[in-house]
């Protein structure tokens, strides 16, 4: 494991915006672990630390322990020897129906009956829309009848028990739709880019990395120009799928 200093940091071409948040918070922490694991407690450029090397598989413990659905899921989709296991209990565990979402989605190999349940279990309407436009193999007819079930009982949605399922749904969806508009014009904006691009006589030999990358950023692009265009988190993805295609092109050539 590389030594968490600033000299490291420096080396590894970090950016300014990492060098002073060390500076003003990780430099009056003492061992490096602790500087580690405040990142990851912050849930400051995980995924920049775990490229670099400042993560490692003896750190996921620690990382589990923190109970920050990002953290795990960012751990688990980056470092090739994660117990996905295990950090897929930890994010149900959370309860983050979105994390859930993702882990499913980024994750080779991960259990779509597993994911999709706890998702459903979740009530979290908005998500489970996720499922049946994004999730190739998700069971459509479980989902819509979930739909229509939390429309129709008196649950809890994110946690909240005592509020009527129907206002705590319009509230999720309000608050969703502020950071990425209307979901109609956005799937329809999705489509038609992706069709576009689909349509090109080379799409088909793109590999699938390259392809779920493109469509992931779309995805982005789209929710950026038809929602909340300054909603940071937006352009963090895009850039980290980009990176993940460089990084599975610097592995091929390794392979080479």
């Known amino acids: 494991?590389?030594?968490?200093?600033?000299?490291?940091?420096?080396?590894?071409?970090?950016?300014?915006?990492?060098?002073?948040?060390?500076?003003?918070?990780?430099?009056?922490?003492?061992?490096?672990?602790?500087?580690?694991?405040?990142?990851?407690?912050?849930?400051?450029?995980?995924?920049?630390?775990?490229?670099?090397?400042?993560?490692?598989?003896?750190?996921?413990?620690?990382?589990?322990?923190?109970?920050?659905?990002?953290?795990?899921?960012?751990?688990?989709?980056?470092?090739?020897?994660?117990?996905?296991?295990?950090?897929?209990?930890?994010?149900?565990?959370?309860?983050?129906?979105?994390?859930?979402?993702?882990?499913l989605k980024d994750v080779p190999g991960a259990d779509i009956n597993k994911c999709q349940d706890a998702i459903i279990a979740s009530g979290d309407v908005e998500v489970i829309y996720w499922l049946i436009t994004d999730i190739k193999g998700a069971d459509i007819d479980k989902c819509q009848d979930a739909i229509?079930?939390?429309?129709?009982?008196?649950?809890?949605?994110?946690?909240?028990?005592?509020?009527?399922?129907?206002?705590?749904?319009?509230?999720?969806?309000?608050?969703?739709?502020?950071?990425?508009?209307?979901?109609?014009?956005?799937?329809?904006?999705?489509?038609?880019?992706?069709?576009i691009l689909q349509e090109h006589q080379r799409y088909s030999s793109l590999p699938n990395p390259h392809k779920e990358a493109i469509h992931m950023i779309i995805h982005k692009i789209a929710r950026c120009v038809n929602g909340n265009f300054n909603l940071k988190d937006n352009f963090t993805d895009i850039a980290g799928y980009a990176l993940l295609v460089e990084k599975f092109i610097q592995e091929g050539k390794k392979n080479d």
């Open 1 to 103: 494991m590389k030594e968490l200093t600033l000299k490291n940091l420096k080396k590894s071409n970090a950016c300014d915006e990492i060098i002073e948040y060390y500076k003003k918070y990780l430099a009056k922490l003492k061992k490096s672990e602790d500087r580690i694991l405040y990142c990851i407690k912050d849930n400051f450029e995980v995924l920049w630390l775990i490229w670099n090397g400042f993560i490692t598989k003896r750190h996921e413990k620690m990382i589990l322990d923190t109970g920050d659905a990002k953290s795990i899921y960012l751990f688990v989709r980056n470092v090739r020897n994660a117990d996905k296991n295990k950090c897929l209990e930890a994010i149900i565990n959370i309860g983050d129906a979105e994390y859930i979402y993702y882990f």
């Open 148 to 195: 229509k079930n939390y429309q129709h009982i008196d649950t809890s949605i994110h946690k909240s028990n005592n509020k009527d399922i129907k206002e705590n749904i319009s509230k999720v969806l309000k608050d969703r739709s502020t950071d990425y508009g209307d979901f109609k014009t956005h799937s329809s904006l999705v489509i038609q880019i992706m069709n």
